[in-house]
DNA sequence: CTCTTGATTAACATTAACGTCAAGGTTAAT
DNA sequence: ATTAACCTTGACGTTAATGTTAATCAAGAG
């Protein structure tokens, strides 16, 4: 199995990015896709794979200062607000809903780098094995 | 303590920004110095607290689709040299090296986000016991 | 008082990561 | 054979986050 191709808009749909972004991809030698005779880009699972891996070290980052600016004023009026003691019920449990959608988005993006942190510990095991038996040959 | 002013290059220095990135920052309402007569930005230590954090969250993020690319290129590298077993000890040593790296950039990143998630979750804590206290008052 | 160094705003330039046409081939169905 | 629905490669546009340069003003040293 696995042997099928897809055209670009059945991965832009499979994995959310646009098709421009996707050959955006591959201008920068992110992903190298074959080609029909006529040129068209023929995309495998793995190509997919690949791409969903690029997604998910991408969305691991973003926090544009926007995004910055937004969790900043969120901390002072929260702040504001235990200082004084001056909120009514419902703002409260607005700003606790707030807060918790702010500490989940962390979480998410540290998932993801552990997520990748893990691959890369992986290898490295699997280096640090093949040292020593290169080492043990060497003798 | 800590009634000194600084200005724009001293901050520059202390955080490691350019200046056009700290008027850039105002700007966006991210800081707001105050400022003399003459109009010259005074920058004082809770300003510079601020900067500090802004560039914590910022560097959280940091990952571009070009160093994307230099992490599944090591990763790929690795896999062969893996799968194949053919390289000398400079060169294994050379890649063990490399994927440290990689797993020591991640983990700061993971730190400066927990760091973050963590200011959140205690003022998360503090916002539920006044909620808890207001919801009695309010029988 | 002048000279050097540093600050200010304004404005245009640049890079990354796409968005958005435009002009023209391809494929598949009718 | 034609048409709709894709695909291709330009090429110019856009936003965020600065870099760079220019013209001007301020401050402290000698």
Redesign the interface.
């Known amino acids: 199995m696995g042997n099928k191709y897809y055209r670009i808009d059945e991965v832009a749909n499979k994995t959310g990015l646009t098709k421009r972004a996707i050959r955006y ?1 591959e201008d ?3 992903i190298s896709p074959q080609r029909t005779e006529s040129a068209y880009r023929l995309y495998t699972d793995e190509d997919i794979e ?1 791409i969903l ?2 997604i998910s ?2 969305e ?4 544009s ?2 995004e ?2 937004n ?2 004023e969120l ?1 002072s009026e ?2 504001k ?2 200082s004084t ?1 001056t ?3 419902a703002t ?2 607005n ?2 809903e707030m ?2 959608r ?2 989940n988005l ?2 998410e ?2 998932n993801k ?2 997520a ?2 893990e ?3 992986n ?2 095991s ?3 094995s ?2 020593d ?3 043990k040959e ?1 003798v």
């Open positions: 991809y920068l030698n992110l690949k891996r690029i070290l991408k691991s980052l973003a926090f200062l926007a910055i600016k969790a900043l901390d929260v702040k607000i235990l003691e909120a009514d019920l409260l449990k700003y606790i807060i918790r702010q500490i962390i979480e993006k540290i780098l552990r990748s942190q691959k890369f510990e290898l490295l699997q280096l640090n093949l040292e038996k290169v080492e060497d």
